[in-house]
């Protein structure tokens, strides 16, 4: 129970001290404001989009004895309203969308289209401290990155973006982008979601899912995040983490991303 508390808490610290995507576009031209903290309006202003939904927060009832004692924990700590805190503050939805907590009953986490909902599974967090060992901090850093990869999927659907290629991998592009630009813990919430694909993968080859190969998800997190900063990160190739060859081609694959999610998403984010 106790850890469970920690790994809560450790959650919210980390989400309250994300910039979430705000962060993102810091390198971009700051769009002239054209209000001051106006209610949305039913147009938009400056290029950017209305503002007429937010994501709504939302706790299920648990009948499971562990789950209720995840449900308390995140109850208490407000974990589902930081997070959807931090979310309006930075995008403008042309709808409500709902994001909470729910049991599911497998370790899941996940956005429905249909719904216009993103659920986090109670049974998400038993499930990430029996992988990193009740290690709170890795727990924080692989379940932070599951909230973005479900929020790529979110977005993509809300704001009907592009998305060429496998959505999966596009939304663990964005995922991985929010904790390089997010983050301030040189790196350690990207390598831990690296690690969690890794220690999940089990040498089992599914080629019919919809999702890369965990090892091809394990190596592509750890390439944008080596790309990103190849000096600040050279040691995940100097120690044979990440291969030489893929390597060469991380800096380019790492702008791409970011360059592509940013003209994405500058429409829609709050300047």
């Not at 971009?28 to 989009?49: C, L």
């Not at 995140?74 to 805190?85: C, F, G, K, T």
């Not at 969308?97 to 967090?125: H, R, W």
Request: hydrophobic share 40%; glycine share 8%.
């Amino acid at each position: 129970m106790y850890a469970i508390l920690g790994v809560v808490v450790v959650v919210v610290l980390i989400l309250g001290g994300l910039v979430v995507i705000g962060a993102v576009v810091d390198t971009q031209p700051t769009p002239k404001a054209t209000t001051t903290g106006a209610a949305p309006t039913s147009q938009p202003t400056g290029g950017k989009v209305a503002d007429k939904g937010d994501f709504k927060a939302f706790y299920s009832t648990s009948s499971d004895p562990t789950n209720r004692v995840i449900e308390s924990a995140a109850r208490q700590s407000n974990l589902v309203e930081e997070i959807s805190l931090g979310l309006n503050e930075a995008f403008a939805l042309p709808y409500d969308v709902g994001l909470g907590m729910a049991e599911c009953g497998d370790p899941n986490a996940f956005y429905s289209a249909k719904e216009k909902q993103l659920t986090i599974c109670y049974e998400l967090f038993a499930f990430l401290l029996e992988v990193f060992e009740n290690d709170t901090d890795r727990v924080a850093g692989a379940f932070t990155f599951i909230i973005f990869h479900e929020l790529g999927h979110a977005v993509i659907d809300v704001y009907q973006l592009p998305a060429v290629g496998r959505e999966e991998d596009a939304a663990d592009q964005l995922a991985t982008l929010m904790l390089i630009k997010g983050a301030d813990d040189d790196g350690a919430s990207a390598l831990a979601a690296a690690e969690f694909f890794d220690r999940i993968s089990g040498g089992q080859l599914n080629f019919a899912d919809e999702h890369s190969l965990n090892e091809q998800r394990v190596f592509n997190i750890l390439c944008w995040l080596y790309g990103s900063d190849p000096g600040k990160y050279v040691r995940i190739v100097g120690s044979g983490v990440l291969p030489v060859d893929r390597a060469e081609r991380c800096p380019d694959e790492y702008k791409q991303l970011e360059r592509s999610w940013i003209q994405l998403l500058e429409p829609h984010l709050k300047g």
